[in-house]
C-alpha cells in the first residue's frame, strides 16, 4: 500500500488502565510495520493518567484520512463532544471497541453511526458485537510485547521463599465481573491457613467503591497467606509483579480479550483462568489451565452488565484442584508456561500483528483502485446535530452503509489518497478480507498426499489400548503421525502406549498399497511427515483432551480414535480419497461395527445398547458419497432417534481448518459433545460418507457413556444442548427453520394437566366421593397424565418429574382417586402396563411405565421386579416411597395380607442385598423409607 495512507489513533493513550494498554498495543504493532501515525491522545476517563510510552507522538490534528478511536461503545458521545465532530469529517472512521457479553447493549447501538467498520479484540467479542453491527466488524488482537522487568521480589516487597499467586484488576471492570471472590474461595480451599503459598490480589481505584473494597476485605477474613496491594503501581512495577509471581489466576466472568492473563503468559506464567470467552482467543488446554463452568443468568444490574444477560460461574472446586496442581507439580506447570510463553510472543507480537493491520489498510485502498479513478467526496451536512443519536448526521456520504443490515460480507470502499491530508469518498463493494469476522469459504488447495494426524485420547485405558495402537499402525495409508494424549492416567496406559514407539516406521513403506501408488509424486521424500509422540499431560477431563489433541495434530485431516475402538486397515485410505475430491468436505463418516467386549455380553444395558446404536447412518432419509451439511439438517428424520446419525469420533475424518471456523469441541457437554460437533460441521461444510465399514465400536461395562447414564449427567447434558445450544445459539446462525421445529417437537416436554386445577378438583373429591364432575375429571386426568409421561424422553424424565408434570402427578397421586373401582377400559390399559412392568427394569421408558402403573395401582399390587433395578439417584428416595405405599383403609378382603406379605419379601430383599453400615447413603435412604412408614401406620 500507499503508506502516504497513514493513520490518526486516538484514544486513552497515556491512561494506566485496560483500555490504555489496549491502544498502546496497536501503536507497537503500527510501528512495527512502519505504518505512520500520529495520536490523538483522550484524557477524559477518571483512572490515573502517566504512561509516557508515545507521548512524543501525541498531535492537536488528524492528518491522515483514517481514524482509529478507541473508546468504547458508550464513551463515543463524549469523545465527539470533546474533540468536535470536525474530527470525523471527510475521514474513514474505524471504531475499537471490546464488549465482554453475548448480548450487546442496545442502548449503545447509535454510537455505529459514526463508524464506517469496527475493530475488536477477539471472535467472542466479533460475535457479539457482529449479531446487530450495521457494518463489518474485523478482529484484530493486542500485540504484546513486554521488557524483562528491573525490579525484583525483594524490591516490590514480596516475599522471596513463598509460592506467590496474583490476580490483578480495577474496580472500574466491575467487581463482579472480575470475580476476586471465586479466586480467594478457591484458594483458601485449596491452601488453606498454608504459609508455603501466598495469594496476591492487586487492583486499583476501590476508593471509589467502598463497599466492594470492604466486601473484598471481608472475603479474605485477615488470612495471612492473602495479600491486597492497593494503588497505582508503574509499568515497570506491574511487569516486575508479573515476572514474579509463580502463576496467574483469573476466575472471571467474562472477558473482553484477559490482556493481564496474556502477559502473564508472556513472562512464562501457568495461568489458570475461567474457560470461556476472550481469554479462549489464545488460552487453551495445552499453555494454560483452563476452569471450568456454567453459564448463568446475572443476577442484577452491576453498570453496563444488566439482569438477565449471560456470563460465567467458574467452578471453585476444579479451579481450587488446579492452583493445587500447579503447585504441586510445579515442574510441569512450568512446561505449560514454557509453552504459553512461545504461543504468546509468536502469535501476539507486534510483527504478527502488523500484517494484519496493514492488509486491513491496504484491502481499503485496493478496493478504490477497483473503482477507477478518485471520486469527490460529497458535500457535507451543515454539522448540525449529534452522530451517536441516530439522527442530525454531521456527515451524509455513507448512506449505505448506515441502512443496510448484516454487513458482514461487504466493506466500505474509500479510495487511495494522493497526500495525507486527502479526504476519503465513501463507495460500496469491498470484499472483507481475511482477517474479517466472516464465514468461512474454503479455497481448493490441491496437496496428493495430506498428511492425517491419528490421535488417540486415553484415560486409564491399558485394557484395550494395544489393539487401538496397532490398528492405527497398520493403517495402508503412509502419511499418518499417530498422537497418544494421555490425561493423567492411574494404571499402564502411558507405558503400554510408549512400547509401540520403537514399532513405527517414521518412513514410508518401501511399497505402498496399489490404490495409493497412482496418487502419490513419483519422487517420495526420504523422510516422510510420519511421527509416533506420547504425551502425557495433567488430568483435562475428556473433553479437554480430545481439544488437547486437535491443539496438537500437525494434519490437514484428523482422525480420532479412541482407545477402546479400532480402526479397518483402509480406514484412512478411503476416507482421506473421498475428502480430497472436494475442498468444502468438512468431514467424512462410514458406517461402524459392533464389538461386545467379554464383560458386556452378559449385561442387559450394554446388549440393549449394541442393537439401538448399530447402523445409525440408517437413520437418514438419504445418503449421498458427497451432500451439502445444510441438506442433512433439512433431513425430515434429524430430529428422530438416533439424534446422532453420525456416530462416535472414531467414525470420522475431519479437516483441521474446520476447527478454526466452527470452534472445538464444547467442555460443558459431556454425552452430546460429539452430535453438537457434527451440527455445527453441517451448517458450515459438506459431508462425505463412505458406505463401508470402517471402524469398530467397542461395548463394555467400564466406558464412560455408562459412567454418564448413572450419574444423570445425560439428563442435564441434553437439556443443556437442546435448549442452550440448538434451540437457541445456534437456531439463529444456521439450522434451518424446519429442522428448529422439529427439535422442539421432538425434545421439548408438552405441558401436562395444571397442578392447580388437580388440586381443586381432589379437595372437591375428598370433601364429597360421590361428586361426579370431579370423579370424571380427575379420571381424565390421570389418562392425560399418563399420555405426557409415555411422551417424556428418558433424558428429560428428571426435568419433567421435578417440574409441571412432577406436581402434577404427585397431587393426583395424594386425590383419593385410586379408591375408585377401575372402567373396564382403564382395568385393561391397567393390566398392559402391569405387563410391562413385570419385565423389569432396564429397557426403554421402564421408568414412565413404573410412574404411570402408580396412578392405577400401589407397587404391591403391580408385579414390580425390584431386586437390581437400575433406578436413577434423583429418583431413587421416591421410588422406596412408592414400594412402601399402601392405602389408608383396605378395603377388600385378603388386601392386607397381601400386603404383608409382599412387605415382609421386600424387608427380606433389603436386609440381605443392601449394606446395613450406618454411614452407607443407600441403606440410610431405605431405612427413612420404612421409618416413614412405621410412623404413617
Not at 368 to 386: K, Y
Not at 534 to 560: D, M, Q, R, T
Not at 658 to 683: A, K, S
Not at 906 to 927: C, F, G, M, P
Request: aromatic share 12%; proline share 7%.
Amino acid at each position: 500500500m500507499s503508506f502516504n495512507l497513514g493513520i490518526n489513533i486516538a484514544g486513552y493513550v497515556n491512561g494506566e488502565f485496560g483500555i490504555g494498554e489496549g491502544v498502546r498495543a496497536n501503536i507497537r504493532a503500527l510501528k512495527a510495520g512502519k505504518i505512520p501515525f500520529v495520536i490523538n491522545n483522550f484524557t477524559r476517563s477518571p483512572h490515573r493518567k502517566q504512561d509516557s510510552t508515545y507521548q512524543n507522538y501525541f498531535s492537536p490534528d488528524n492528518p491522515y484520512p483514517i481514524n482509529l478511536i478507541q473508546v468504547n461503545a458508550d464513551q463515543v458521545r463524549a469523545f465527539l463532544k470533546s474533540v468536535g465532530t470536525s474530527y470525523i469529517k471527510g475521514k474513514y472512521n474505524i471504531g475499537f471497541w471490546a464488549w465482554e457479553l453475548p448480548s450487546f447493549p442496545p442502548e449503545w447501538m447509535p454510537a455505529f453511526s459514526v463508524f464506517d467498520e469496527i475493530w475488536t479484540y477477539s471472535s467472542y467479542c466479533a460475535d457479539s458485537i457482529s449479531l446487530v453491527s450495521p457494518i463489518p466488524v474485523i478482529k484484530i488482537a493486542p500485540s504484546i510485547s513486554l521488557p524483562v522487568p528491573t525490579q525484583s521480589r525483594e524490591a516490590l516487597g514480596l516475599p522471596s521463599d513463598r509460592f506467590i499467586f496474583l490476580f490483578m484488576f480495577d474496580f472500574y471492570s466491575r467487581i463482579e465481573r472480575k470475580n476476586p471472590g471465586a479466586t480467594i474461595a478457591a484458594f483458601k480451599k485449596a491452601f488453606g491457613d498454608s504459609q508455603d503459598v501466598v495469594l496476591i490480589i492487586k487492583f486499583s481505584n476501590s476508593k471509589r467503591f467502598p463497599a466492594q473494597r470492604q466486601q473484598l476485605y471481608q472475603l479474605a477474613a485477615n488470612a495471612e497467606n492473602i495479600r491486597f496491594i492497593d494503588g497505582y503501581l508503574s509499568k515497570d512495577e506491574i511487569n516486575a509483579l508479573l515476572y514474579s509471581c509463580d502463576s496467574y489466576v483469573s476466575l472471571h466472568r467474562s472477558e473482553g480479550f484477559g490482556l493481564t492473563m496474556a502477559e502473564a503468559m508472556y513472562y512464562g506464567k501457568p495461568a489458570i483462568a475461567t474457560g470461556y470467552s476472550s481469554n479462549t482467543e489464545f488460552m487453551n488446554v495445552s499453555n494454560s489451565f483452563l476452569v471450568s463452568y456454567e453459564l448463568a443468568a446475572i443476577a442484577e444490574d452491576y453498570g453496563p452488565y444488566k439482569k438477565g444477560n449471560l456470563w460465567a460461574e467458574p467452578n471453585i472446586e476444579h479451579a481450587s484442584f488446579l492452583m493445587r496442581y500447579v503447585f504441586e507439580n510445579y515442574d510441569r506447570a512450568k512446561l505449560v508456561g514454557e509453552r504459553a510463553s512461545r504461543d504468546i510472543r509468536s502469535l501476539l507480537s507486534p510483527q504478527a500483528i502488523a500484517p494484519k493491520i496493514s492488509k486491513r489498510l491496504e484491502l481499503i485502498a485496493r478496493g478504490t483502485r477497483r473503482q477507477g479513478e478518485m471520486e469527490t467526496q460529497r458535500p457535507a451536512q451543515d454539522g448540525q446535530g449529534d452522530p451517536t443519536t441516530g439522527s442530525g448526521r454531521t456527515r451524509g456520504p455513507n448512506e449505505r452503509l448506515r441502512t443496510d443490515k448484516g454487513t458482514r460480507g461487504h466493506s466500505p470502499t474509500p479510495p487511495v489518497p494522493q497526500s495525507p491530508n486527502s479526504p476519503i469518498p465513501r463507495s460500496p463493494g469491498l470484499p472483507l478480507s481475511p482477517t474479517a469476522h466472516t464465514p468461512h469459504t474454503p479455497h481448493p488447495t490441491p496437496q496428493l498426499t495430506p498428511l492425517v494426524s491419528i490421535c488417540i485420547p486415553t484415560y486409564n485405558g491399558a485394557e484395550y489400548i494395544a489393539e487401538a495402537i496397532q490398528s492405527a499402525i497398520a493403517q495402508t495409508y503412509p502419511y499418518i503421525e499417530i498422537i497418544i494424549a494421555d490425561d493423567g492416567s492411574t494404571d499402564r496406559t502411558v507405558e503400554i502406549a510408549k512400547s509401540f514407539q520403537s514399532q513405527f516406521s517414521r518412513e514410508l513403506p518401501r511399497e505402498l498399497p496399489n490404490q495409493l501408488s497412482s496418487k502419490l509424486p513419483n519422487q517420495l521424500p526420504n523422510q516422510a511427515p510420519r511421527d509416533f509422540r506420547v504425551i502425557a499431560h495433567p488430568n483435562y477431563g475428556l473433553v479437554g483432551n480430545w481439544n488437547f489433541c486437535i491443539s496438537e495434530a500437525k494434519g490437514k485431516y484428523v482422525k480420532f480414535l479412541f482407545q477402546d475402538d479400532l480402526l479397518e486397515p483402509n480406514c484412512v485410505a478411503e476416507m482421506v480419497e473421498l475428502a480430497e475430491k472436494d475442498e468444502e468436505i468438512g468431514l467424512v463418516f462410514s458406517p461402524r461395527a459392533i464389538l461386545l467386549s467379554e464383560n458386556a455380553k452378559s449385561n442387559r444395558a450394554c446388549l440393549a445398547a449394541s442393537v439401538k446404536i448399530a447402523n445409525l447412518h440408517q437413520g437418514w432419509t438419504s445418503l449421498q458419497p458427497i451432500q451439502s451439511g445444510l441438506t442433512l439438517l433439512a433431513d425430515p428424520n434429524l430430529a428422530e432417534d438416533p439424534f446422532n446419525k453420525i456416530g462416535e469420533p472414531t467414525t470420522v475424518l475431519i479437516r483441521k481448518a474446520v476447527w478454526q471456523q466452527v470452534g472445538l469441541f464444547d467442555d460443558r457437554l459431556c454425552q452430546f459433545v460429539d452430535v453438537d460437533m457434527w451440527l455445527r460441521i453441517m451448517g458450515h461444510y459438506k459431508i462425505g460418507f463412505v458406505n463401508r465399514t470402517l471402524s469398530k465400536l467397542r461395548i463394555h461395562v467400564g466406558q464412560h457413556t455408562w459412567e454418564n447414564f448413572h450419574s444423570e449427567k445425560n439428563t442435564k447434558d441434553l437439556v443443556r444442548f437442546i435448549l442452550d445450544k440448538t434451540l437457541g445459539e445456534y437456531a439463529a446462525t444456521f439450522l434451518p427453520a424446519e429442522a428448529t421445529e422439529r427439535i422442539k417437537e421432538r425434545f421439548l416436554i408438552k405441558p401436562g394437566p395444571s397442578p392447580q386445577k388437580i388440586a381443586s378438583y381432589a379437595q372437591a373429591y375428598q370433601k364429597d366421593p360421590t361428586d361426579s364432575e370431579a370423579i370424571a375429571f380427575l379420571r381424565q386426568a390421570r389418562q392425560t397424565l399418563a399420555d405426557r409421561w409415555f411422551s417424556v424422553l428418558e433424558i428429560h424424565l428428571e426435568l419433567a418429574y421435578s417440574g409441571q408434570i412432577g406436581k402434577a402427578y404427585k397431587v393426583l397421586l395424594g386425590s383419593g382417586i385410586k379408591n375408585e373401582p377401575l372402567t373396564e377400559a382403564e382395568k385393561q390399559f391397567a393390566n398392559d402396563i402391569a405387563d410391562r412392568i413385570g419385565q423389569g427394569f432396564g429397557r426403554k421408558k421402564d421408568i414412565q411405565h413404573f410412574l404411570v402403573g402408580l396412578l392405577y395401582r400401589y407397587a404391591y399390587q403391580l408385579p414390580v421386579k425390584y431386586e437390581n433395578a437400575p433406578i436413577p439417584q434423583w429418583f431413587f428416595e421416591d421410588f422406596l416411597k412408592f414400594l412402601v405405599e399402601a392405602p389408608e383403609e383396605f378395603r377388600d378382603p385378603g388386601e392386607s395380607d397381601r400386603y404383608s406379605v409382599y412387605l415382609q419379601k421386600l424387608l427380606d430383599y433389603t436386609r440381605s442385598h443392601i449394606d446395613r453400615e450406618q454411614n452407607a447413603i443407600v441403606w440410610q435412604k431405605v431405612a427413612a423409607a420404612f421409618g416413614e412408614l412405621a410412623n404413617r401406620y
